[in-house]
């Protein structure tokens, strides 16, 4: 079964075309890595599958009832926004809440086993701006990872961190996908690369290539 079905898409943005034609599958319970150029159109794809844009032309479908849970790059945090680390990961329960009502103790349990698998349960009352680019992407990947969604998206998520926090992630990662989770990503890096059962290469918004490696 597939998790994610993109059925002739396409996405402009005002001064540029940016995908175009763009059929493909993601099998549940698999690992993807899109690769390609800066501005090949990989975080334009990943928007798309989570849903947080929607296609100009053509369908995204999704087949759990749940939506994905996206992780975007650390740089994309807003140095100056006032909030912790804890309610930062707490994020990840808003769809789990009932209307308005605060998170319950099943979603604080959540969240508090996030914290602790990403390494940063010591870092709970501390400011987002206060933190290192790999404490900040952890704490994003364990808002994600709090959502308990079956599709986990993440936009370059070991990008310009140090070992010690690329090793955490990745393995935090391959937990997920013996969970069953189906896990879609962008990625340079050829060690990222190399993990993947399929790499995607996109070029001017287009699949260039698309291949099984296991």
Sequence with gaps: MS????????YDYPDRPVLADISVA????THTVLTGKNGSGKSTLLALAAGVLQPLHGSVSLTSSRRPAFVLQHTSTPETMPCTVRQAVEMGRWPHRRGLLPLRSVDRQVVSAAMQRMGIGDLAARQLRELSGGQQQRTLIAQGMAQESDVLILDEPTAGLDKAAHRLIRTVI????????TVLESSHDPGDIERAERVITLENGRISSDTLRR
């Excluded at 993601?26 to 319970?29: I, P, T, Y």
Aim: net charge negative; aromatic share 10%.
């Design 3 to 10: 998790a994610v079905i993109f059925n002739s898409v396409g």
């Design 174 to 181: 391959e937990e997920e996908l013996r969970r069953g989770v």
């Design 26 to 29: 993601f099998a549940s319970g």
